[in-house]
């Protein structure tokens, strides 16, 4: 069989990372409505079948880029929680992850949170989205001394530092956070998820 000469060369797995790539940049140009599997094999330089060696369709594909940002996710919460020492501070931190995630990658951000397309029933995509909801619970579980999987006011106070953090990076990606406070940085964002922790400060043992 003759490959489509426009066909660039990848290993197994480089095809499917540069995939990946070219389908985060697809994301970023065009957005979810615009998304198409074909697109992603042009932009990596591949005939329109050779995706299919990694992915079904374009769902597969945004399900596994979903999966990765998750990753990366992850890596930004934890970056900032393991910058302090102190339980309220590693929390804040976290929040303070959660932001710059979104901020640097509002095309991914959004398909992680707001789309339908990828598919939490896979098990790669399912397991790390867990685990990014584990980071907070974690650090809540540090402030509280009581870990939220296993009780109900501390996993209320767990669902509402993520409320206020990721109600806040709504409203920094739709740039409506100047209205309210006008140009904001770090501390202000500190600032206010530490607001959301007063609840659990006052619920916390000793």
């Not at 992850?97 to 098990?123: C, E, I, Q, T, V």
């Not at 907070?136 to 206020?164: N, Q």
Request: include cysteine; proline fraction near 4%; aromatic fraction near 6%.
């Amino acid at each position: 069989m003759v490959k489509d000469a426009k066909d660039r060369t990848y290993h197994h797995g480089d095809l499917r990372r540069a995939l990946l790539v070219a389908a985060e940049a697809e994301l970023a140009e065009k957005g979810v409505e615009g998304f198409t599997l074909r697109g992603c094999a042009k932009r990596a330089g591949v005939s329109h079948a050779a995706p299919a060696h990694h992915f079904k369709d374009a769902a597969a594909l945004l399900t596994a880029l979903a999966a990765e940002g998750f990753t990366r996710f992850i890596a930004a919460m934890e970056k900032r929680r393991d910058a302090e020492t102190a339980p309220r501070r590693r929390l804040i931190g976290c929040g303070l992850g959660y932001l710059d995630f979104a901020r640097g990658n509002p095309a991914l951000f959004g398909l992680m949170f707001s789309s339908k397309r990828p598919d939490y029933g896979s098990p790669s995509l399912g397991a790390v989205a867990r685990r990014s909801f584990l980071v907070l619970t974690e650090a809540v579980h540090a402030v509280r001394g009581v870990d939220p999987l296993a009780d109900k006011a501390a996993m209320l106070d767990a669902v509402t530092v993520w409320s206020v953090v990721h109600g806040l990076a709504e409203l920094l990606l739709a740039g409506q956070l100047h209205v309210a406070i006008g140009e904001a940085s770090d501390p202000t964002y500190a600032e206010i998820i530490s607001r959301a922790l007063l609840e659990a400060k006052r619920s916390s043992p000793g």
